[in-house]
């Protein structure tokens, strides 16, 4: 009886296994069975199978061995309209989305270097350990505050938005909310008006993780970010303190070689200024001008020395022709000058008379003589 048999309801937790599986859960009001269709028998699937669709698997019922569990094996799923949760997630959505609670200017920025960080979560599981593990070791003084929401059930929706208005009052700098993964029932909490109505109204930037990547709940449309997973969301949240340090340590280099640049730059820059103020100033010119009357004086002075040398050299000429010309010297040369008393040169015995005192100058001393007789001769020597 059990080898061919037709079952109705919900799928749940559907996934597609890499090898070609697919798992997934049937489920209606009064239960659930596991489901799973081979890869070999997938020609009996004419859609893609997605969470929340109504149909009716066609195969067997058997045990699986290792969990001891009825398991549905299917050969066949056809369509059978929109699951009753399903329709509630897309009538919720467009209506929420028609108030403009999705619109993207309604969305804070996360900020980026925080110091307070709120979680709204179970307080227990893998998701908060994540986000705990994560935001620790990214920035260890990164303050996380935790608040243990009911995330599942009929007290979830307002232990979720207690949280939120719990953290608000914190005055945390982020709020992170969220869950691990599960089927649709168990993530239906995210899915209450109730929470995404405190999810808009919240001031402080919220931070959607609500199960895994493929997981989508309505928060996650009003969120102001949305995580696929908590870890990511602790990694969008708390900045990495070591890639920080990291930067500051390359602005800090790169800031000292501007630094030195400059310095050298405005060094040569003052070398520059000393040189121009060295050619400009007064000291400078001075300096300039000594030199300059330096080589003035020298050239005066070579002047001066070749003047005084052709001076010489000119005096030395007037003495030699003054020395051919001058009487003394006529004298040591043997020839004597004759005058009278008065010292009036005797050119012509017509000047002197008989008895007459002459005086010789000759080189060495002078003579008085007195003439005794004197003798005319033709000086034209007729």
């Known amino acids: 009886m059990l080898q061919t048999v037709l079952v109705k309801g919900e799928v749940s937790n559907c996934k597609y296994h890499s090898s070609g599986h697919i798992y997934f859960t049937l489920k209606d009001e009064k239960g659930t069975i596991a489901c799973v269709m081979f890869a070999g028998n997938r020609a009996g699937l004419k859609f893609r ?19 001891g569990k009825y398991q549905l094996y299917a050969k066949q799923i056809l369509a059978d309209g929109t699951g009753v949760l399903h329709e509630r997630f897309e009538r919720l959505k467009r209506e929420l989305e028609q108030r403009g609670m999705f619109a993207p200017q309604y969305k804070q920025p996360i900020p980026k270097y925080i110091k307070r960080l709120g ?88 931070i959607s ?56 730059a405005k060094r040569k820059q003052v070398q520059q200024y000393t040189n121009t103020l060295g050619y400009l100033s007064p000291v400078g010119r001075i300096r300039e001008k000594r030199m300059y ?60 008379e008989i008895g007459q005192e002459l005086r010789i100058q000759v080189s060495d001393g002078q003579i008085r003589a007195r003439v005794t007789d004197k003798e005319e001769r033709d000086v034209t020597g007729r």
Request: glycine share 6%.
């Open 49 to 67: 199978l997605q969470e929340g669709q109504q149909v009716i698997v066609g195969g067997s019922i058997d045990v699986y061995e290792r969990d």
């Open 119 to 206: 979680v709204v979560t179970a307080p227990t599981g893998a998701a908060v350990q994540d986000i705990i593990n994560i935001a620790s070791r990214r920035n260890p003084y990164v303050q996380i505050i935790l608040y243990p929401a009911i995330v599942q059930g009929e007290e979830a929706a307002w232990s979720i938005v207690n949280g939120i208005r719990a953290m608000e009052r914190q005055n945390v700098d982020v709020i992170i909310v969220g869950r691990g993964g599960g089927s649709i029932e168990d993530l239906w909490a995210f899915n209450e008006e109730i929470v995404a109505q405190a999810v808009f109204d919240c001031s402080v930037p919220i």
């Open 209 to 264: 993780a609500v199960g895994h990547e493929t997981d989508t709940t309505i928060i996650d449309f009003v969120a102001d970010m949305r995580a696929p997973t908590p870890s990511a969301a602790a990694e969008l949240a708390v900045y990495d303190y070591r890639l920080f340090l990291q930067q500051l340590s390359g602005l800090a280099d790169r800031l000292s070689g501007e630094m030195a640049r400059q310095i050298r």
């Open 293 to 352: 009357s330096l080589k003035l004086e020298d050239k005066l002075q070579i002047l001066m020395r070749r003047r005084m040398e052709q001076t010489r050299h000119r005096l030395e000429i007037y003495i030699e022709k003054m020395r051919a010309l001058s009487p003394l010297d006529k004298l040591n040369q043997g020839f004597s000058y004759l005058s009278d008393e008065q010292g009036i040169n005797i050119r012509s015995v017509r000047q002197v």
